[in-house]
């Protein structure tokens, strides 16, 4: 089995930060690029962020400048550092990175539960 666990999603103020953190485990040989994605309620899932093992980092207009993803491979660990959060920024966040399994020759992308992000007043 190969799973993805986020946490770290919580209610904050407008302006606030969250630190959101996603732990990989199971057989796993090598993971590849690692991305943050969300959905808010009545929407399509959205890409956020995207982060390359050489730590090349790609986010979502709407996100660049405030939000900053980040990655620990020995720990099997991504991060996502939001800071001056805004309302429109409300949504379930999930990780999701692209993994080998260990004794199979390719990857393929898996996909964490999701944690619940909520910026109001």
């Known amino acids: 089995q190969v799973q993805l666990v986020e946490s770290g999603g919580g209610l904050v103020q407008p302006g606030g930060s969250l630190r959101l953190s996603c732990i990989i485990s199971g057989d796993i040989f090598s993971i590849g690029v690692m991305r943050w994605y969300r959905q808010a309620p009545g929407k399509e899932r959205e890409f956020v962020a995207t982060?390359?093992?050489?730590?090349?980092?790609q986010y979502i207009a709407s996100v660049k400048g405030r939000f900053t993803i980040s990655r620990d491979t020995s720990k099997n660990m991504v991060y996502l550092q939001m800071d001056n959060l805004k309302p429109e920024d409300t949504a379930v966040y999930y990780c999701n990175a692209d993994i080998r399994r260990t004794g199979t020759p390719m990857f393929r992308s898996y996909w964490g539960q999701g944690t619940q992000v909520t910026v109001s007043s």
């Open positions: 982060i390359t093992t050489d730590h090349v980092k």
